[in-house]
């Protein structure tokens, strides 16, 4: 029994030596669990215990074990569940669709926005062997940890290059790092110990940035005894990645919509940093979003509107048209035909007359010219930066946007009716208003796991801002997620903001009942919307300066230079073993997804988009088993992928060329 004890402590020893070269944050983490036990701040749960031959985890209170039988034999048991199928035991990291040329009338704008993703989805689709099993199995997830002993049993079995391990309990964390030799482990390995889900979700997506030509079909095993949230945050991370939410063409025509609106000397307004303070800032601001919240207080909206400089989301312009509302602000992202529908039903030009539109870029013209064009003012957005030092915030949906503008232009007071971000009592995810995305739920059925991986998928429960606890959708928690990460960051001392919805409580705000919001004093609105234009105008321009015009010719030039070095690429000789296929690939990659500057970044993350979706498509391909005639498969490949970066380059390419040449002719 003193060899067992020596050698556990010694694997502990070890453990602790190899956290702190490689994860000193999580031995920072265990420490101070371990400094909390000893003086009392918390209390003891486990006792490990050997018995038998093997060891066991006794729970103190309830004085049952946890695995309760051999714990060898169910760690070789549980490793033994691990196969190569690419049909079990995975996360699908995206969608794929076969036989796009069928559907190809049926695509709205959005769809089309992976038109070049379709034909290399659709090759893999009628080649890829009937029951696909993996060659190897590259990245590997451990949902729960346990004692770990199936750890090591599992390496051996398929030697993964990266793992991604999940432990909520850092008391049974510890304790396995008395039987598990982690260092011992020849890969890299990224640990999640006692996250909560926004630590959690931004671990794994940093997981899957790594080698991210890899996430196709991401293998895991699955501990019993842990819960299935993870399982939710995971699939919730997959279906929010960006390049599948916003696809790469989509992004590219963002990019390049914004050129139209400078050639017709629309306003850009600067949301880098926030506004001095001004006449407006102490005038109380009301942001008004789509949520639930917004139908079941249009009463008081009416009654109240009238004492609030109102910020209105799009969505909801039809319902306060409809109750007489003018809203002082509008703000609108969505660049889709469909979201021209928020305008629709109402004499929008002539109710909007005197609001502001806070716009996007990507937002469509029909949408500007609903407004009188001296009220347009258009963000710059992550990425474009053809204003030198201008940016903004935004955030994965509007509301969380809305938020993020009134605070950078330095209002005082702040407060949102309608961002709930979460479900209300009758399961519905929007105003009844909400055409376009309202939907309503079984109650009965948020706590199921579904086998799909959706931005409407799994729900999961979060704080709720007067309640307990709210169901959330996947999509809702990125914005919560955006929300919770910004707020604190962007807002000043002076500022609050004030959360009156009935959904998910938002960090960084205060809750408020609206029924103990007293405001009795009416903004005199004509007087305001000067104030607001002057405002707005300070921090706003129409011209291009030398350095822009010079940025954007450095713009055009490095997109020449890209398209040379994909042209040389398509006329060397194309490896024809796989191995040195990928390897030429991942070369190329490397060559264009750079560092990001002012000049390379838009084209740069268009490739990142479009390479994010395409490459773990043809890399898990060439992962399969009995696959036959692979030359034939990368000429294919290899094809479909380079005709599709070059129509990217010469796209970019020849916008911008045209709008340097309309800008010299003025």
């Known amino acids: 029994m003193q060899e067992i004890e020596e050698k556990a402590i010694q694997t502990y020893t070890k453990n602790r030596e190899f956290l702190a070269q490689q994860h000193p944050s999580l031995l920072q983490k265990i420490e101070q669990f371990e400094d909390a036990l000893e003086k009392a701040h918390r209390t003891q749960r486990y006792s490990l215990e050997y018995k038998d031959g093997y060891f066991d985890v006794l729970e103190l209170e309830s004085q049952k074990f946890l695995y309760a039988q051999n714990s060898n034999t169910f760690s070789q048991q549980?490793?033994?569940?691990?196969?190569?199928?690419?049909?079990?035991?995975?996360?699908?990291?995206?969608?794929?669709?076969?036989?796009?040329?069928?559907?190809?009338e049926e695509f709205d704008d959005k769809v089309k926005g992976l038109e070049g993703i379709y034909p290399i989805m659709s090759y893999y689709l009628h080649n890829i062997p009937e029951k696909p099993q993996m060659q190897t199995i590259e990245k590997f997830i451990f949902v729960g940890l346990g004692l770990g002993l199936h750890i090591p049993l599992s390496d051996k079995k398929i030697a993964a290059l990266e793992y991604f391990l999940i432990e909520d309990d850092i008391e049974l964390f510890r304790l396995s790092l008395f039987t598990t030799p982690y260092y011992e482990i020849d890969a890299t390995l990224t640990f999640s110990v006692n996250e909560n889900k926004e630590e959690f979700t931004q671990n794994f997506k940093n997981f899957l940035s790594n080698s991210f030509f890899r996430n196709k079909y991401l293998k895991y095993l699955y501990f019993s005894a842990h819960t299935d949230e993870k399982i939710k945050l995971i699939k919730n991370a997959l279906a929010s990645q960006v390049f599948i939410s916003f696809p790469y063409k989509t992004l590219l025509e963002k990019y390049t919509r914004q050129l139209t609106y400078m050639k017709l000397h629309y306003k850009f307004i600067n949301l880098a940093q926030q506004f001095s303070p001004s006449v407006i800032s102490d005038k109380p601001?009301?942001?008004?979003?789509a949520g639930p919240s917004f139908s079941k207080n249009l009463k008081w909206l009416e009654e109240n509107h009238q004492n609030f400089t109102l910020l209105a989301v799009s969505a909801v312009l039809n319902k306060l048209c409809e109750k007489g509302i003018k809203p002082d602000i509008v703000t609108h992202l969505d660049g889709f035909e469909v979201s021209k529908e928020h305008?629709?039903?109402?004499?929008?030009?002539?109710?909007?007359?005197?609001?502001?539109?806070?716009?996007?870029?990507?937002?469509?013209?029909?949408?500007?010219?609903?407004?009188?064009?001296?009220?347009?003012?258009?963000?710059?957005?992550?990425?474009?930066?053809?204003?030198?030092?201008?940016?903004?915030?935004?955030?994965?949906?509007?509301?969380?946007?809305?938020?993020?503008?009134?605070?950078?232009?330095?209002?005082?007071?702040?407060?949102?009716?309608?961002?709930?971000?979460?479900?209300?009592?009758?399961?519905?995810?929007?105003?009844a208003s909400h055409t376009l995305?309202?939907?309503?739920?079984?109650?009965?059925?948020?706590?199921?796991?579904?086998?799909?991986?959706?931005?409407?998928?799994?729900f999961f429960t979060v704080e709720g801002n007067f309640k307990e606890k709210v169901y959330t959708t996947p999509l809702f928690y990125s914005s919560l997620r955006s929300l919770h990460t910004a707020i604190e960051l962007l807002k000043n001392k002076t500022q609050t903001v004030y959360n009156l919805?009935?959904?998910?409580?938002?960090?960084?705000?205060?809750?408020?009942?609206?029924?103990?919001?007293?405001?009795?004093?009416?903004?005199?609105k004509k007087l305001l919307h000067k104030e607001l234009h002057k405002v707005f105008d300070t921090y706003a321009t129409t011209t291009l300066s030398n350095e822009d015009i010079r940025s954007l010719q450095g713009r055009l030039a490095?997109?020449?230079?890209?398209?040379?070095?994909?042209?040389?690429?398509?006329?060397?000789?194309?490896?024809?073993?796989?191995?040195?296929?990928?390897?030429?690939?991942?070369?190329?990659?490397?060559?264009?997804?750079?560092?990001p500057t002012r000049e390379n970044a838009a084209l740069v993350n268009?490739?990142?988009?479009?390479?994010?979706?395409?490459?773990?498509?043809?890399?898990?391909?060439?992962?399969?088993?009995?696959?036959?005639?692979?030359?034939?498969?990368?000429?294919?490949?290899?094809?479909?992928l380079i005709e599709e970066m070059l129509n990217i380059c010469t796209t970019y390419e020849e916008r911008l060329k045209s709008f340097l040449i309309s800008t010299e002719a003025q």
């Open 78 to 104: 549980l490793s033994d569940l691990i196969n190569y199928s690419k049909s079990s035991y995975i996360f699908d990291g995206f969608p794929m669709f076969k036989d796009y040329e069928q559907h190809t």
């Open 285 to 289: 601001l009301l942001i008004v979003a």
């Open 343 to 431: 305008l629709k039903g109402f004499n929008a030009k002539e109710f909007l007359k005197e609001a502001l539109l806070l716009s996007g870029s990507f937002t469509p013209l029909e949408v500007l010219e609903k407004f009188s064009k001296q009220n347009v003012y258009i963000m710059e957005e992550l990425a474009t930066d053809y204003h030198q030092g201008f940016d903004s915030h935004t955030g994965p949906c509007v509301g969380s946007t809305s938020v993020f503008q009134a605070i950078l232009v330095n209002f005082t007071n702040i407060y949102t009716l309608g961002l709930d971000l979460a479900l209300d009592n009758e399961g519905r995810s929007h105003a």
């Open 437 to 458: 995305t309202n939907t309503q739920y079984d109650k009965d059925k948020l706590d199921t796991l579904t086998n799909s991986i959706s931005f409407r998928g799994d």
């Open 501 to 524: 919805s009935d959904g998910a409580y938002i960090k960084g705000t205060l809750p408020l009942s609206i029924q103990d919001l007293h405001t009795t004093k009416s903004l005199d």
């Open 558 to 595: 490095f997109a020449k230079n890209i398209k040379t070095k994909l042209v040389k690429y398509k006329k060397s000789p194309l490896a024809t073993q796989k191995e040195y296929y990928l390897h030429n690939l991942i070369s190329l990659i490397l060559e264009i997804l750079i560092e």
């Open 606 to 640: 268009v490739y990142d988009y479009f390479l994010s979706y395409a490459t773990p498509i043809i890399f898990d391909f060439f992962n399969t088993k009995d696959l036959q005639h692979i030359p034939k498969h990368i000429k294919n490949f290899d094809r479909l």
